[in-house]
């Protein structure tokens, strides 16, 4: 018979088993979507967006969020979501370690969050991750209201 202390041991032992899980599957850090031009720097995204008329949609991410994975994996992978981006903004990938300066420029609030930028203008901010279609719909509805 097992005594209390023993279960108290199996258990913890169970505990770091399945967190070390979580973090080797789940916790990964999803790829950048395909959206995003591989080093695409916020100037770079601006002066494109000055050529054509295109807002700037700057992701501002981190590797080490879990919001930020899955809205990679999620929203930002759905083809009608990058469809719908690609066609109408300038799209530009901020991690937080590999573009500390156009992070601090924009001074996000919480991670992830994306910015829709016109002639310097903020024209909206997303904080956090949504489904596809909430993600898509909300972008739509900055892209409107900004005209």
Do not use: H
């Not at 770091?16 to 591989?38: C, D, K």
């Not at 494109?48 to 080490?64: C, F, I, M, N, Y």
């Not at 991670?111 to 016109?118: A, L």
């Amino acid at each position: 018979m097992m005594k209390r202390r023993d279960i108290g041991v199996l258990f913890g032992i169970v505990a770091v088993f399945v967190a070390l899980a979580w973090f080797r599957g789940f916790g990964r850090t999803a790829p950048t979507p395909e959206l995003f031009e591989p080093g695409l720097t916020l100037a770079d995204a601006a002066a494109r967006s000055d050529a054509t008329g295109k807002p700037v949609l700057a992701l501002v991410t981190a590797d080490w969020c879990a919001p930020c994975q899955a809205l990679k994996r999620g929203a930002l992978s759905d083809p009608e979501v990058a469809a719908f981006l690609a066609e109408r903004t300038v799209p530009v990938y901020l991690e937080e370690s590999a573009s500390p300066g156009d992070v601090r420029a924009l001074a996000p609030r919480a991670y992830p969050t994306t910015f829709v930028i016109r002639d310097g203008q903020t024209l909206g901010v997303i904080e956090g991750g949504a489904s596809p279609a909430a993600y898509l719909e909300t972008v739509r509805r900055v892209l409107d209201d900004a005209g």
